[in-house]
């Protein structure tokens, strides 16, 4: 019978009283429930080689190299780049000079070469677009300034030129943007349309005499707002506007629009703008408003991929549906949403790192010792918020390599299909919001967690968590992407029953309330109710098993996305206003139901990666699968501990189950303690990445010279006698 125990070596920073990981432990008659619990996570792992112990241990050289993911490579040289000095953000720069830092840090990314890879080889670039995300997440690392503003750049303006051009706008205006000669805005974002992009205030229309388009901002709303390089430093931008010709709208396009006189940085006649002055965080990019009065660009400025007008003002498409083609046109710009997704990921990384090895280092309060003070992470509650935080972000992880593998499938015209890109683009919704808001909660939480030295600015925590701050709006809202993958989900399932006849639909009826029936008392497949009278370790030891998670997450998605689909059957009957109304009213349900699929994908990405077809050909050791396995059932326990009045309201658990399942999280917390640092080892950001001090030694010697100093005065007897004498151990 195959074993996993965890003989992990304790280091001296540790506290000797921890709890026992001996192998071969056997439990008593009368055993506690964490003994219990401990025997079930000594189980047989599936996946393991046959042998009497497997030892729980993390290969951190290993994992570190399976974490890089696919371009390992660029990754790595991504890293080598924002390790230099000159790359990283200064703290407590003014908002004029962190500017200008960043821009000349720009140049250094274009000497570099890292910020072509997306760009076609016809005008220097290397066709390499999931490279090219990998390589500009791992920005976020220096300053996420330097990689928002050269995502405006290259990610935005220059992709939006790549995305919605022809090969005249390519030859034309990507050599200038690809080297920095043009610096340029994202214009798509007004003061009063922000999420809702279609209704966009700002017209071009086009004049048949002389076959120009003319740009306005017809009201204040209409103003372009929050634009990257708007303020200071853009001369040209790619403006979203409302193509009207011969009287007729054909809705948002897109449109190459020069702003600035390259000479003196003065606005073009026509055009003006606002500075949005001193932010919530990264001031390093120059944020501003433009607004344009009946300013006249040339009928070949058009970015013309999806919809074109002749000389005589005709109007074509390729997509003749107005709504399709909208969609379609602002698909092509879903590397955002990816590569935030991507750098949220990086970013709770570099703070977990810093929690983590802080916790691992700072002593306080004298419980388990007269001597010695504990290391804070041997505290139970302080497992319980950064560990769960950490199998997040290893899901988070995975995940986002599947979303980074789909992008770069769809880019390189690998798979390129209609329904590929619709995967592709109800991916990255789902999992930019999930990602973003993590990296946030992650932040504060790692921030608190180093209590007042968190809130220095040395160590980083709160400039990257005001940084970030604004990443949850970011290409889409996160609310409103939620609601795209939810219509998303709708769709799919109303399709399912689009043409059954009246005998599917019994049916389906039928099994709902039989199933309804049967779950009332618990979860149907594993005969909870029987398994329930058991001790707590075979009622966890069930909801260990990947299939237990997968079916109750999976379930969740199911029930909710049923619900609501029943609640908004009637709409297709109603007026719009009373359709509207009714959605509004199902609103909340909406977002949790692709909030829940989102968890779930996340889930099923993890636990690919270490019993699916990608984990078992990866070569992982049995230790390091043990540890991850852990941290996987983590995971997603955790997701049904955080949804846990859900699983009771609608019987999916039985109350004592559920309380099985507190206990279990924290079981494994206490289990992954040891590992915790190897884990954030693991992510590999050195010294030079991290950068806090409370992270890279300081804390570390402040703690060693204090015990030796303490440990000095009791050897040479100089040591105060304490006024409170200490009780006597009682004798047994």
Not at 200 to 223: K, L, S
Not at 670 to 683: C, G, K, N
Request: with cysteine; glycine share 10%; net charge negative.
């Amino acid at each position: 019978m195959t074993h996993t125990v965890d003989t992990t070596p304790r280091d001296e920073s540790r506290a000797p009283d921890s709890s026992r990981q001996d192998a071969g432990h056997e439990l008593e008659t009368e055993a506690t429930e964490p003994e219990a619990i401990d025997s079930v996570l000594d189980a047989p792992v599936r996946g393991g080689k046959r042998s009497d112990v497997v030892v729980a241990r993390t290969d951190v050289e290993w994992l570190g190299r399976y974490l890089l993911g696919s371009w390992a490579e660029v990754r790595l040289g991504a890293r080598e780049l924002t390790a230099r000095p000159e790359l990283q953000r200064i703290e407590g720069l003014g908002v004029d000079e962190h500017r200008a830092r960043v821009f000349e840090q720009l140049k250094l990314l274009v000497e570099n070469g890292q910020v072509h890879r997306a760009f076609p080889k016809s005008v220097g670039g290397e066709d390499d677009h999931g490279g090219n995300i990998a390589g500009f997440e791992e920005l976020v690392t220096a300053d996420p300034s330097l990689q928002i503003k050269s995502g405006v750049q290259w990610g935005l303006f220059g992709a939006a030129v790549l995305h919605l051009g022809t090969a005249y706008h390519h030859e034309t205006f990507l050599p200038g943007i690809m080297s920095l000669e043009v610096p340029g805005a994202f214009a798509m974002t007004e003061t009063g349309h922000g999420s809702d992009v279609a209704a966009i205030g700002t017209t071009a229309t086009y004049d048949e005499a002389t076959q120009e388009f003319v740009i306005h901002t017809p009201f204040r709303g209409a103003w372009k707002d929050y634009l990257g390089n708007a303020a200071v430093h853009g001369t040209a931008a790619v403006l979203f506007a409302q193509l009207i010709t011969k009287g007729v709208d054909h809705g948002v396009h897109a449109f190459y629009v020069p702003l600035r006189d390259a000479a003196t940085n003065e606005f073009l006649p026509g055009i003006g703008g606002e500075d949005d002055g001193l932010k919530g965080g990264l001031n390093g990019i120059d944020n501003g408003r433009l607004h344009f009065d009946q300013v006249r660009i040339p009928r070949a400025n058009l970015l013309n991929r999806y919809g074109d007008v002749a000389e005589d003002g005709t109007y074509s498409s390729p997509i003749q549906s107005p709504g399709r083609r909208f969609f379609t046109m602002l698909g092509t710009l879903v590397q955002g949403r990816v590569s935030l997704d991507g750098a949220s990921v990086a970013a709770a990384k570099i703070a977990l790192t810093i929690a983590i090895t802080y916790g691992n280092e700072r002593r306080q309060f004298t419980a388990g010792s007269d001597t010695d003070e504990e290391v804070l992470l041997d505290y139970q509650l302080h497992q319980k918020r950064l560990i769960p935080k950490l199998a997040t972000t290893y899901a988070a992880s995975f995940a986002h390599e599947q979303l980074l593998t789909k992008f770069d499938q769809v880019f390189s015209g690998a798979a390129d299909t209609d329904a590929d890109r619709q995967d592709l683009e109800t991916l990255a919704a789902a999992l930019k919001p999930l990602s973003t808001w993590h990296a946030l909660e992650t932040l504060q939480e790692a921030r608190e967690a180093c209590g007042g030295a968190g809130f220095l600015a040395e160590n980083r925590l709160v400039g990257l968590r005001a940084d970030l701050d604004v990443y949850a709006t970011f290409e889409g809202d996160n609310h409103v992407l939620l609601q795209l993958v939810a219509k998303r989900l709708l769709s799919d399932y109303s399709r399912r029953f689009a043409k059954a006849d009246f005998g599917v639909l019994a049916r389906y009826v039928v099994e709902q309330a039989a199933d309804k029936t049967v779950n009332g008392s618990g979860l149907r497949s594993l005969a909870q109710t029987v398994a329930d009278f058991g001790s707590t370790a075979r009622s966890v030891g069930q909801l260990r098993d990947a299939s237990a998670q997968r079916q109750l997450l999976t379930d969740r998605v199911e029930t909710m996305v049923a619900e609501v689909a029943g609640a908004l059957r009637p709409a297709s009957k109603l007026s719009q206003k009373a359709a509207a109304d009714l959605f509004n009213a199902h609103q909340a349900q909406i977002i949790e139901a692709a909030r829940a699929h989102a968890e779930l994908l996340q889930w099923e990405a993890f636990t690919e990666a270490v019993d699916g077809a990608t984990g078992s050909a990866s070569g992982m050791d049995d230790g390091t699968r043990v540890v991850l396995t852990w941290l996987r059932d983590l995971f997603g326990l955790g997701l049904v501990e955080k949804h846990l009045a859900w699983y009771l309201m609608n019987g999916r658990l039985s109350p004592k189950r559920a309380q099985a399942v507190g206990r279990y999280t924290e079981r494994l917390a206490a289990r992954l303690r040891p590992h915790a640092q190897d884990l954030v080892s693991a992510f590999g950001y050195g010294p030079e990445h991290i950068r806090a001090a409370i992270a890279t030694g300081a804390e570390k010697a402040r703690q060693t010279e204090a015990r030796d100093y303490y440990r000095a005065q009791r050897a040479s007897g100089t040591a105060p006698t304490p006024e409170k004498k200490p009780k006597p151990a009682k004798s047994r």
